[in-house]
């Protein structure tokens, strides 16, 4: 069974970062899409960076381009996200999964796990 574990969030200030892992285990890691989602109080989960399972091709929410940098480590079944000039708006809770697709984030094989909180204050 495939399971993830998400850890490194925590409370910063407007502008301050953050880094994120993801540490899988039940899969043959390097051979999956992962991607980083969030959930924000009363929105709906969302697809937020995906990266592909060779680590080259990655793909990024509009919102967070330019501030957030997704990285694989396939040696440590690890998965990063490292979170720059960080918003308000970026507070959530983040989670990690495998994925079929970076484009629709549809996941797969994966339950969620408990993520990890994110609090940006202004």
């Known amino acids: 069974q495939v399971q993830v574990a998400e850890s490194g969030g925590g409370a910063v200030q407007a502008g301050g970062s953050l880094r994120l892992s993801c540490t899988a285990s039940?899969?043959?890691?390097?051979?999956?899409?992962m991607a980083w989602f969030r959930q924000a109080p009363g929105k709906e989960r969302e697809g937020v960076s995906c990266?592909?399972?060779?680590?080259?091709?990655?793909y990024y929410k509009e919102s967070v381009k330019g501030r957030f940098t997704i990285s694989r480590d396939n040696a440590k079944n690890t998965l990063y996200l490292q979170m720059n000039s960080l918003k308000p708006e970026d507070t959530a809770m983040y989670y990690c999964?495998?994925?079929?697709?970076?484009?629709?984030?549809?996941?797969?094989?994966?339950?969620w796990g408990q993520g990890t909180q994110v609090t940006v204050s202004s």
């Open positions: 990266i592909m399972p060779g680590g080259f091709e990655k």
């Open positions: 039940g899969l043959t890691f390097d051979d999956y899409r």
């Open positions: 999964a495998a994925v079929l697709s970076c484009g629709t984030y549809k996941r797969e094989g994966s339950d």
